[in-house]
Every structure is written in structure tokens, then in C-alpha cells.
Nanobody, 125 residues
Framework: QVHLVESGGGLVQTGDSLRLSCAAS????????MGWFRQAPGKEREFVAAVTWSGDSTWYADSVKGRFTISRDNAKNTVNLQMNSLKPEDTAVYYCAADTSGRMYSSNRHTYGYWGQGTQVTVSS
């Protein structure tokens, strides 16, 4: 079992930056790829970014490419999402998740078996 806790969300203005963190506990020695997803009101949960177990490869949704950066520190059992140049359309609840499928990474939320409780990000115009 892996327990994930997100932090760092908040209310910001267009163009601002935020850094989300995800702290993992439990079976953190497992070689899970990690991802960030988000869900806006009335919309499905969507992929934002993913990072391999080693941290040497990353993937991003087109909507955030060039603005967001995912990283991980396995020594500290944390995964971070640096979000720059935020836009109102980035407003959502952001979730950290662990991919339990064994894949190097996945943008499919159904391959992620562990989820955090989410942190709200609101970007005002």
C-alpha cells in the first residue's frame, strides 16, 4: 500500500507560479512511475505529467508542455510539479498518483492504482 499526500495548491493570478508536492509513504521501494492528473468541475480527470521511477524521463500533456515540470526525489519519497505561467484553464483539483501497472509511464488514469486526496489550484484572470 502506498499513501500519497499532495500539498502546495492555492489561489493565484494568471501568469503566476505554483509548486505542488506529493509525499509518499508505505511501499515506497516499489518501482512506480508517478503522475499528476487534474480534474476541473464537470470534466473528466485528465493526465498532466508523468515521470519514470528513475526520474530520467518525463511526459506532459500538450496543454502544459513548456510550462509545467515534473520531478521526483526518491531519497525523500517526493514528487513535485512546478507550474509556471498559469492560466485560468489550469484551475482544477490536482492529484498525485502511482502507476501500479509496471509500465515506464502512462497517461491512462486507469493504470494508476494509488491516488492522493487532491489539492485545489485556482487561477484567477
Amino acid at each position: 500500500q502506498v499513501h500519497l499526500v499532495e500539498s502546495g495548491g492555492g489561489l493565484v493570478q494568471t501568469g503566476d507560479s505554483l509548486r505542488l508536492s506529493c509525499a509518499a509513504s508505505g511501499r515506497t521501494r516499489s518501482n512506480y512511475a508517478m503522475g499528476w492528473f487534474r480534474q476541473a468541475p464537470g470534466k473528466e480527470r485528465e493526465f498532466v505529467a508523468a515521470v519514470t521511477w528513475s526520474g530520467d524521463s518525463t511526459w506532459y500533456a500538450d496543454s502544459v508542455k513548456g510550462r509545467f515540470t515534473i520531478s521526483r526525489d526518491n531519497a525523500k519519497n517526493t514528487v513535485n510539479l512546478q507550474m509556471n505561467s498559469l492560466k485560468p484553464e489550469d484551475t482544477a483539483v490536482y492529484y498525485c498518483a502511482a502507476d501500479t501497472s509496471g509500465r515506464m509511464y502512462s497517461s491512462n488514469r486507469h493504470t494508476y492504482g494509488y491516488w492522493g486526496q487532491g489539492t485545489q489550484v485556482t487561477v484567477s484572470s
